[in-house]
């Protein structure tokens, strides 16, 4: 695994040992960054359940302001801490060892995030509960880009309940990648009345 592009381009990465997590493969990673490529200028980029740290990692070198990045195993924070150092993008990034829902609690009203990207554990529905908890979020607004990864066999109908328009689904052989953003406070107040 490797930085794609940008400022780090070329360099390689570690990546947790054991099936704890899934490193995003080269080739899938410059797919979703070619269809993003102009929103990470100056962004700052939430990586939740970020594992090897890859996808935020690609999002600093090709400019992204900051990056945080959330995963409450050890292993995986240090191997995140460790390719950022390698990378030297160190200095843009905050590493929390935390569960996703303590962090993003503790960030409240201190952070916006113009992009996240989640890649939870596959059929446990923690996008879904992210996604219910970004509803009243103060972590993101309409213009955030949330995007998640799930099984190819992921069931998608709860988006239909939530108050998140799909931009866009992109699937590979295994997984996919689907992109959201969070309608505008007026339409979720009216939603529920």
């Known amino acids: 695994m490797r930085v794609i592009a940008g400022a780090a381009r070329s360099l390689k990465l570690e990546t947790p040992e054991g099936m704890d997590t899934r490193p995003t493969t080269d080739r899938i990673k410059e797919t979703l960054f070619n269809m993003i490529q102009f929103d990470i200028q100056g962004a700052c980029f939430l990586d939740l359940f970020a594992g090897s740290g890859g996808i935020g ?19 995986a924070c240090n191997c995140i ?39 939870p554990p596959y059929h446990k529905e923690l996008e879904q509960r992210v996604l219910e908890y970004f509803i009243t979020s103060s972590l993101v607004d309409e213009n955030t880009i949330i995007i998640f990864e799930a099984a190819l066999d992921t069931d998608l109908d709860f988006l239909e309940k939530l108050p998140y328009d799909i931009i866009k689904i992109k699937q590979y ?7 959201v953003k969070r309608r505008k406070s007026d339409e979720i107040s009216n939603l529920s009345r």
Not at 89 to 116: N, W
């Open 57 to 75: 990692i690609e999002a600093l070198s090709r400019g992204a302001k900051e990056a945080v990045f959330v995963d409450n195993s050890k292993e």
């Open 81 to 119: 801490t460790a390719n950022l150092k390698h990378t030297k993008l160190e200095q843009a990034a905050r590493v929390c060892r935390q569960d996703v829902f303590v962090a993003m609690i503790s960030m409240e009203y201190e952070k916006k995030f113009q992009m996240v990207f989640m890649d």
């Open 173 to 179: 052989k295994t997984n996919m990648h689907v992109f």
